[in-house]
């Protein structure tokens, strides 16, 4: 009767246990059964380089490098349909080595900007928090050239950030409530990218590879 009572035991052990190790011991019950720890969970893979780490719903998702290197006009890519790389001045953007860039930016003096493609309304009214994050590198003159994003337009009531200098390789996220958002009253969410300038001078610019658009309830 003790046997089957082993018996018994020793294969609930080894449907919990892997692999187990059996132990004559007189009769006492199995102590050594060895149970490999679980596997780690493993994270979605994000679709572009810019979602790597953000919480929610993707809703856009481009890595530059996906394409081959053009310049920008209209209409753009049939993988950029809905984005407006001819906002403030024609053929001033263009991807290059899989970073998009203003065109012979070190001759370039005025204002260099791209509207992308909008938040879906249905999606604007689903959710309640917005994260833009841009993969890039920015190498620009301090007192006369900045990088700026805004929503929609380019009124200083829509603006989101306002950069310069020079800044190393990075992700930079904008996370937002929709309340807070500073698009007026236009609910939605359509993030414009403007580059000024105000003087010609031989340095980098302002180089993205990477961008997207998650959403949260």
């Not at 481009?62 to 001045?89: C, H, R, V």
């Not at 805004?150 to 009124?155: A, P, Q, R």
């Not at 992700?171 to 958002?181: G, P």
């Not at 500073?182 to 340095?203: C, E, H, R, V």
């Amino acid at each position: 009767m003790r046997t089957h009572a082993l018996m018994i035991l020793g294969l609930s052990v080894l449907g919990a246990c892997a692999q187990w190790t059996p132990v004559d011991d007189g009769g006492t019950t199995c102590t050594e059964c060895k149970c490999p720890a679980p596997p780690d969970l493993l994270l979605p893979t994000p679709k572009c380089d810019a979602a790597k780490g953000l919480p929610g719903e993707n809703l856009i998702c481009f890595d530059f490098s996906s394409i081959g290197d053009q310049t920008l006009t209209t209409p753009p890519p049939p993988q950029l349909a809905g984005w407006d790389f001819e906002k403030f001045d024609k053929s001033c953007w263009q991807i290059l080595n899989g970073k998009l860039q203003v065109k012979n930016f070190s001759t370039f003096m005025g204002n260099c900007g791209f509207l992308m493609l909008g938040v879906k309304p249905s999606d604007y009214q689903k959710y309640n928090s917005f994260t833009l994050s841009v993969v890039q590198t920015l190498v620009i003159d301090k007192q006369q050239q900045a990088a700026l994003v805004y929503l929609g337009t380019d009124l200083d009531p829509r603006l989101v950030d306002a950069t310069t200098g020079t800044q190393p390789r990075q992700q930079r996220i904008y996370a937002i409530n929709k309340t807070a958002l500073p698009n007026g009253t236009s609910n939605a969410y359509q993030p414009l990218f403007k580059l000024a300038s105000g003087i010609t001078i031989g340095l980098a610019g302002w180089q993205i590879e990477s961008i997207a658009i998650n959403a949260s309830p």
